[in-house]
């Protein structure tokens, strides 16, 4: 079974400091994994994506995120939070077997405090 | 610009109505997907398509219907059968063995 965990509904930051959204998985295949970014009344953007190369991926506007497989995580971070970070993040988790199932967190609502 | 359209931005639909949101791609994408979205919900999965002239349930399909004729266009027609057809609509695509899935600006639908 194929399964992603956002482990924070909400989570709310001051402006400049660091951000952290946490996201596990679990997948029968060596999986894709990906975060998006959702504005208000808007589409998905992506974000960034692990895809078996480095484990480290840099994605834009700063965000990075590392693929952990021994525990099952891939994270999203970024080292100084900006007023146009507000939004909405999501896990994506995508098999790599010969059906490519594509499963979403519910979701993280990112707040920054001026 | 390459991308995924979708039209209308916003509709108003009467109880017992059918009504068809468009999606339309220039990406030149295999796949492409219906997902529904709910306010403070993440996304589930209404409708997908992997080549013309094919598609498949998603999670949540009762109510929906979708048609692929031409690999540029995916449109979703929301039936009256839909009983709480209120929320955001959201199409996507990708290339077959491409991973990432690609985004339109999404559909709100209201029933009034």
């Known amino acids: 079974a194929q399964s992603v965990t956002q482990l924070d509904s909400h989570v709310s930051v001051s402006e400049g400091t660091p951000v952290l959204l946490r996201c596990n998985y679990s997948?029968?295949?060596?999986?894709?994994l990906f975060w998006y970014v959702q504005h208000p009344n808007k589409g998905l953007q992506l974000l960034l994506k692990?895809?078996?190369?480095?484990?480290l991926v840099k994605g834009i506007n700063g965000f990075e995120a590392e693929f952990k497989k021994s525990e099952t995580s891939f994270h999203l971070t970024k080292p100084s939070a900006h007023m146009s970070d507000a939004a909405e993040y999501f896990c994506?988790?995508?098999?790599?077997?010969?059906?490519?199932?594509?499963?979403f967190g519910t979701g993280t609502k990112l707040q920054v405090i001026p | 610009d390459g991308g995924i359209t979708q039209s209308p931005k916003y509709l108003f639909r009467k109880e017992g109505q059918n009504v068809t949101l468009s999606c339309e791609q220039n990406?030149?994408?295999?796949?492409m997907y219906w997902y529904r979205q709910d306010p403070g919900q993440g996304l589930r999965l209404i409708y997908y398509?992997?080549?013309?002239?094919?598609?498949q349930k998603g999670d949540i399909a009762e109510g929906y219907s979708v048609s692929r004729e031409k690999k540029e266009s995916f449109p979703l027609t929301v039936t009256s059968a839909q009983k709480n057809p209120t929320a955001f609509y959201l199409c996507?695509?990708?290339?077959?063995?491409?991973?990432?899935?690609?985004f339109g600006e999404g559909s709100w639908l209201t029933v009034v």
């Open positions: 692990y895809t078996s190369a480095a484990t």
């Open positions: 997948s029968s295949y060596s999986p894709s």
């Open positions: 994506v988790v995508m098999n790599s077997g010969g059906y490519q199932k594509v499963t």
């Open positions: 398509s992997q080549i013309v002239n094919d598609f």
């Open positions: 990406l030149n994408h295999d796949a």
């Open positions: 996507a695509s990708r290339f077959d063995r491409g991973n990432t899935i690609y």
